[in-house]
């Protein structure tokens, strides 16, 4: 059974950082796309960033790209979000997710789900 476990969000103030951490557990976890999403309050989910299994290629929303920065350890099982130059508008549940298709900015290509963990730019 595959799981997926955020961690790393809180609170931080405007152009402030945090980190997010997803740790999967699943053999397959290297062949994976990761990728992050976020959803608002009152909006729909929406795509942030992927890397593809091998981590030599990455994908980011227009929003986020030169401010976020996802990695990943295929020995730790592990992706990450580095978030930088925060803004209010970043706040949203941040949910990490895995799918087999390549490169996938695609909610319904993800198949495996973490349960999300809050992030939140104050003013």
């Known amino acids: 059974q595959v799981q997926l476990v955020e961690s790393g969000g809180g609170l931080v103030q405007a152009g402030g950082s945090l980190r997010l951490s997803c740790a999967a557990s699943g053999r397959t976890f290297s062949t994976w796309t990761m990728g992050w999403f976020r959803q608002a309050p009152g909006k729909e989910r929406e795509f942030v960033a992927a890397i593809s299994w091998s981590g030599g290629n990455t994908y980011y929303a227009d929003s986020v790209k030169g401010r976020f920065t996802i990695s990943r350890d295929n020995v730790k099982s592990t992706v990450y979000l580095q978030m930088n130059s925060l803004k209010p508008e970043d706040t949203a549940v941040y949910y990490c997710?895995?799918?087999?298709?390549?490169?996938?900015?695609?909610?319904?290509?993800?198949?495996?789900w973490g349960q999300g963990t809050q992030v939140t730019v104050s003013s």
């Open positions: 997710a895995g799918t087999v298709t390549f490169g996938s900015r695609w909610s319904y290509d993800y198949v495996y």
